[in-house]
């Protein structure tokens, strides 16, 4: 089993920037797509950001340019480097491993079956 635990989330004003942690426990994640989605209230989840065991990246076209993905496997993380928010990225977001998520290209929640809880993200005007 895996365990997700996302931190670094907050309340920022626009144009701002913050960095999301998920830490991995319970086992290895080095081998794993791990993703960042999204979601809003009153919307459904989305994709944010992924990347691929072998460090291959992907993004939404919302996040792409301002966001970064990365991972450390020595220390089991990921991070979400988020530069230039607005009001619009106001939402949850939550990290995701999965043993397979390259079979749906990484952008949908269906290839991860591991979650965290989730941080909430406030941009304000």
């Known amino acids: 089993q895996v365990q997700l635990a996302e931190s670094g989330g907050g309340l920022v004003q626009a144009g701002d920037s913050l960095r999301l942690s998920c830490a991995a426990s319970g086992r290895t994640v080095s081998s794993y797509g791990m993703g960042w989605f999204r979601q809003a209230p009153g919307k459904e989840r989305e994709f944010v950001a992924a990347i691929s065991w072998g460090g291959s990246t992907f993004y939404a076209v919302s996040a792409k340019g301002r966001f970064t993905i990365s991972r450390d496997n020595a220390k089991n993380t990921v991070y979400l480097q988020m530069n230039s928010l607005n009001s619009e990225d106001t939402a949850v977001y939550y990290c995701?491993?999965?043993?397979?998520?390259?079979?749906?290209?990484?952008?949908?929640?269906?290839?991860?079956?591991?979650w965290g809880q989730g941080t909430q993200v406030t941009v304000s005007l």
């Open positions: 995701a491993a999965g043993a397979r998520a390259y079979v749906s290209g990484y952008r949908s929640q269906y290839g991860y079956g591991y």
